[in-house]
């Protein structure tokens, strides 16, 4: 990873701030999301907007219909970055930068619109002492206390931080079958951690047979999202028959002239 540049835009701070590539075909600027259903995007148009009850995060609002948590991710010296509320949704100009700089104004305890289980949880307290060394972790995350400061780290490929290992510092990262059911279904229910089981249709795709579907998770999945996703086609009928096509709203394959706007 390149040096941190604050004030550059969020393309370029692609791997650092959460816009890397991911499951979509064409690449596009939310890519590298989690799809989460506690968000609503109706009315807003395509692009990036500010996360009131976290400013370490963004949503990408998409269709008007999808919402996508991004995350600005810290700069190399450990220190979280915040979204700067202001400069989107163009995803062009949308950027994030320093606390200072950010001005971003935390709200706790917004009304959502809907149940789904709570993000994963903030990152340990920024006090933590010279001579003290312990981590604490979530999902495939964790933070380790050095030198007076916690330390944002990764788990390895398909890694889950489990709390419950007993080596005095505070877990290590492990398998996910090594985890006890408890902690696995914490993982399990989050989308934050473990997007669920998904059907869509990328841009430029709808009116066709053409959609993706990513299959549930189960514990010898890797944890990225991507493996999980096949894309996939309707059937074309036979002789005298019209092929049929996705439709998104009752997430099957049907006539074409049961499709809106088709």
Known sequence: MGPLKLHCTLALLGVIVGLATGKSTQKEWYASGVLITNYDCTGKADGNYPLPSDCNSYIACVDQSKAYKLSCGSSNAGSLLHYVPDSGPDPETSKCATPEEANCVLIVDIPLNTTTPAPPTAPPPSECQPNQCKQAGDCDSYWVCSEGIWKPQQCGSNLFWNPNVNNGFGGSCDYFGNLNQAQQDIYIHNPECIP???????????????????????????????????????????????????????????????????
């Open 196 to 262: 669920p089981c998904e059907w869509w249709q990328n841009e430029g795709e709808k009116c066709t047979g053409v959609f993706h579907f990513r299959e549930p998770f189960k514990a010898n999945h890797p944890l990225d999202a991507e493996a999980r996703e096949s894309t996939l086609s309707c059937p074309t009928g036979g002789p005298g028959l019209e092929p049929l096509i996705w439709n998104q709203v009752t997430l099957t394959c049907s006539h074409k002239s049961t499709v809106a706007g088709c």
